[in-house]
């Protein structure tokens, strides 16, 4: 299988500025999109941003012009820079990748989450 871990969660003021990372291991050939989502307390999980293989990326309304998504390909590693925060942005915030991958004799696709980074605002 392929595992996500993420980093650079934690707590900031208003207005400050935090950057996730990423990074994918396992059996990996290809990985497609990446990308961040996040669910705040009582509420749904939502896109935040995704960026695919060639670099095209896609933000929420909410988060543009203040969030950048990026990624390393080498690396299999996907980055948000999360820049002028809001109390609204609080959420824990979880890592996707989907991609092909070698699965015993075969290829397969897989579609992987990470397991969240706690992301906390205060006003």
């Known amino acids: 299988q392929v595992r996500l871990v993420e980093s650079g969660g934690g707590l900031v003021q208003a207005g400050g500025s935090l950057r996730l990372s990423c990074a994918a291991s396992g059996r990996i050939f290809r990985i497609n999109a990446m990308g961040w989502y996040r669910q705040a307390p009582g509420g749904q999980r939502e896109l935040v941003a995704t960026i695919t293989s060639g670099g095209i990326t896609n933000y929420a309304d909410s988060v543009k012009g203040r969030f950048t998504i990026s990624r390393d390909n080498a690396k299999n590693t996907v980055y948000l820079q999360m820049n002028s925060l809001k109390p609204e942005d609080t959420a824990v915030y979880y890592c996707?990748?989907?991609?092909?991958?070698?699965?015993?004799?075969?290829?397969?696709?897989?579609?992987?989450w990470g397991q969240g980074t706690q992301v906390t605002v205060s006003s």
């Open positions: 996707n990748a989907d991609g092909t991958h070698y699965n015993g004799p075969y290829y397969s696709t897989f579609n992987s």
